[in-house]
């Protein structure tokens, strides 16, 4: 909160920044944690997912309870976050359980999820065409000219549910072609393949677009929103869990393949990790498989010295800490150091290196970036 009323970041965001400070040097915009009395209200909390994939919905509950107490009844409360179908219904209930004043017509609920890139957020958020779900039309309409104040995309208006369930497809066909490409780069690596070379031939077909294949799926939601939709329908969603699976197994597929490298090294390797963040140039660590690549070599390998390399973040970070194995050190200083070589991210940095400067360390490249 306080660093947000300093015009301060914790992330990076292109223009975030900037637009940021603008807004709360001009009184526009400040943070507090009292829920305050206003006539439209946005929840964007967190919705993750608990140890048996089903949706946590403890932070929207939260959220609700805090805005029924200032809600007088004709007010818009939009459901933002990425969330399972019938949680603005869900929402809706506890607002009504916790003011018993107001019934379902003081109300205008609607769930209107966000479509926008990490690295492209500034962007995105304005050009981006809208999925806009009422519980009500005329709450998909009072949402619809509430974002219409900087959206300049498309408003597609519809019922929540629906909007809900747009959302989690977005992200679980991705998922499930990334688990696609994923599952190639397994069986071309055991058949002796080049993947990538596979994979460009095949894209020249007119009708076939792979995705790239790595490390497996990280972030807040590719990895986590297909499951809202098993949960939601365990005994049809059959492939979007098989999906999930694939992509959740890829870093375990990944360490297989350092533990042998490290083993032809000797007894004491130093092994170099390219990349901790989920995706390219962005320094976001939700899900990230390359994280976890990290904090399974650092607690299986104890006698190996491991050089964490993530430009985009200045301290190791947390999950990290407590392993003496491990340290954050530049790409220079890794490059030289490695006995093994793992590229998990391909960050610009990264991709600007030759393969000539590796040296003789024995490269993993999930990225493909050094074939």
Request: hydrophobic letters at 45%; proline letters at 6%.
């Amino acid at each position: 909160m306080d660093a947000v009323n300093r015009g301060e970041v914790p992330f990076v965001e292109p223009g975030l920044r900037e637009v940021l400070e603008r807004a709360v040097a001009s009184g526009q915009l400040s943070a507090q944690t009292a829920t305050p009395k206003a006539d439209a209200y946005i929840v964007a909390v967190p919705t993750p997912f608990t140890d048996t994939h089903s949706a946590d919905l403890s932070y929207i509950e939260a959220a609700a309870k805090n805005v029924a107490k200032v809600l007088e009844g004709g007010e818009l409360i939009i459901l933002e976050s990425t969330s399972p179908p019938g949680a603005t219904e869900f929402m809706r209930d506890v607002i009504l359980r916790e003011n018993p004043e107001l019934d379902d017509s003081d109300l205008l609920v609607a769930h209107c999820p966000e479509r926008v890139l990490p690295g492209k957020i500034m962007e995105e958020m304005i050009t981006n065409d809208r999925i806009i779900g009422g519980l009500t039309r005329e709450a998909a309409e009072a949402a619809r000219d509430l974002y219409s104040a900087f959206c300049k995309g498309e408003f597609l208006l519809t019922d929540a549910r629906t909007a809900e369930m747009a959302k989690l497809t977005e992200n679980s066909f991705r998922d499930v072609n990334i688990a696609f490409a994923n599952e190639l780069s397994i069986i071309s690596h055991k058949l002796g393949i080049d993947v990538w070379e596979v994979i460009e031939l095949a894209n020249h077909h007119p009708r076939v677009n792979i995705l790239q294949p790595g490390p497996g799926v990280g972030g807040h939601c590719i990895a986590v929103d297909p499951w809202f939709i098993v949960d939601a329908a365990p005994e049809q969603a059959n492939l979007i869990r098989t999906a999930r699976q694939t992509n959740d197994a890829k870093p375990e597929w990944v360490l297989g393949r350092i533990e042998q490298a490290m083993e032809a090294a000797g007894d004491s390797p130093t092994v170099a990790l390219l990349g901790l963040a989920f995706k390219a140039n962005i320094d976001d660590l939700r899900e990230s498989p390359a994280l976890r690549i990290a904090e399974q070599l650092a607690q299986r390998a104890p006698n190996a010295e491991i050089l964490a390399v993530e430009p985009h973040v200045g301290e190791l970070p947390r999950s990290l800490q407590s392993f003496g194995n491990v340290s954050l050190t530049n790409l220079n200083q890794a490059l030289e150091q490695a006995d093994v070589l793992v590229l998990l991210v391909d960050h610009d940095v990264f991709k600007a290196v030759p393969s000539t400067q590796l040296g003789d360390a024995t490269v993993i490249d999930t990225r493909g970036i050094w074939r």
